[in-house]
């Protein structure tokens, strides 16, 4: 079992920044990869970033390559996304995942992918 708890949202311009938490608890966290997606509404959940368990192997979606770093903190059982040059497209709610068991590559971008999910954050850029 893991339990998975964001933080760091909020409301912001674009442009602007914020970073991200995630915080684990349960099952030793440097035993799975991580990822953070996030839900606009009307929209399917989409995958924004992945790292793996050591944090080695960092994957982005296209819309944030280049503007947002995701990383983790394995002693403080903590995920990280900071998100730069935000856009008004970047709002929704962001949600971190768990993924405890291997499916494959193919899956890393997919919320099958994922076993365990924290209950999201809002992010709102607007002007």
């Known amino acids: 079992q893991v339990q998975l708890v964001e933080s760091g949202g909020g409301l912001v311009q674009p442009g602007d920044s914020l970073r991200l938490s995630c915080a684990a608890s349960?099952?030793?966290?440097?035993?799975?990869?991580m990822g953070w997606f996030r839900q606009a509404p009307g929209k399917e959940r989409e995958f924004v970033s992945r790292?793996?368990?050591?944090?080695?192997?960092?994957y982005y979606a296209d819309s944030v390559r280049g503007r947002f770093t995701i990383s983790r903190d394995n002693a403080e059982n903590t995920m990280y996304l900071q998100m730069n040059t935000l856009k008004p497209e970047d709002t929704a709610i962001y949600y971190c995942?768990?993924?405890?068991?291997?499916?494959?590559?193919?899956?890393?971008?997919?919320?099958?992918?994922?076993?365990?999910w924290g209950q999201g954050t809002q992010v709102t850029v607007s002007s």
């Open positions: 790292i793996s368990r050591i944090g080695g192997n960092t």
């Open positions: 349960g099952r030793t966290v440097s035993t799975y990869a």
């Open positions: 995942a768990a993924a405890l068991t291997y499916r494959g590559s193919d899956y890393y971008r997919k919320t099958a992918g994922y076993d365990y």
